[in-house]
């Protein structure tokens, strides 16, 4: 199974900051590479596929990018509404796989 | 919009059964794959098994293979995840969720629904 690895698996911040959360894939997985974030109690939902596709209504200061088998997340100005824990998930082969979450809460 | 509800969870006893629904709407719900996804108290996501738009393909997490099935009813707009030789393992918040498309790989979950609770306990 493709293994993907999150970094940090817990981050503090405050409004404004700049954050990245990154996540490895153990091998080659092309650019299928999903984004998910999840606040508690909650379902998971969907900000981003292949990469750097932003879901429809999902805020601008959300991205992501790719280096090799490195993607990144990147909220650019972080908003209270945004504490919550995100997951990278890749689903270019079986079974899908998911990262081990990062959680993001207030500095 | 696309509904998704996840019902038939609850507490039941190791080595048991147990058959999960996931009621469907506001989309074409026989267009799409669909997927099962678990969460253990206080862990990160499983996915657990899909299910191709025209239920041809099947695919499981090794953790499951074998105990679990997905199927689906078009006519009734439904999944299920049938689960068998429950462990405690097994106890999570499973979701049902909607594929971005028919399925057949490189393919991901895109709308979930609330979830529901299976705790496995003695």
């Known amino acids: 199974a493709i293994r993907m690895t999150q970094s940090p698996s817990s981050l503090s911040a405050s409004t404004g900051d700049r954050v990245n959360i990154t996540c490895r894939a153990s091998?080659?997985?092309?650019?299928?590479l999903a984004w998910y974030q999840q606040k508690p109690g909650k379902a998971p939902k969907l900000l981003i596929y292949?990469?750097?596709t932003l879901v429809s209504g999902v805020p601008s200061r959300f991205s992501g990018s790719a280096s090799g088998t490195d993607f990144t997340l990147t909220i650019s100005c972080l908003q209270s509404e945004d504490l919550a824990t995100y997951y990278c998930?890749?689903?270019?082969?079986?079974?899908?796989?998911f990262g081990q979450g990062t959680r993001l809460d207030t500095k | 919009q696309v509904k998704l509800v996840e019902s038939g969870g609850g507490v039941v006893q190791p080595g048991t059964s147990l058959r999960l629904s996931c009621a469907a709407s506001?989309?074409?719900?026989?267009?799409?794959?669909l997927h099962w996804v678990r969460q253990a108290p206080g862990k990160g996501l499983e996915w657990v098994a899909d299910?191709?738009?025209?239920?041809?393909?099947?695919y499981y997490a090794d953790s499951v293979r074998g105990r679990f099935t997905i199927s689906r009813d078009d006519f009734k707009n439904t999944l299920y995840l049938q689960m068998s030789g429950l462990r405690v393992e097994d106890t999570a918040v499973y979701y049902c969720?909607?594929?971005?498309?028919?399925?057949?790989?490189?393919?991901?979950?895109?709308?979930w629904g609330q979830g529901t609770l299976v705790t496995v306990s003695s």
């Open positions: 969720a909607r594929d971005e498309g028919g399925g057949y790989g490189y393919s991901y979950p895109e709308y």
């Open positions: 299910i191709s738009y025209d239920a041809r393909n099947e």
């Open positions: 998930q890749q689903y270019y082969g079986y079974p899908i796989t």
């Open positions: 292949t990469v750097s």
């Open positions: 091998q080659d997985i092309n650019h299928y």
């Open positions: 506001g989309f074409s719900f026989s267009s799409y794959a």
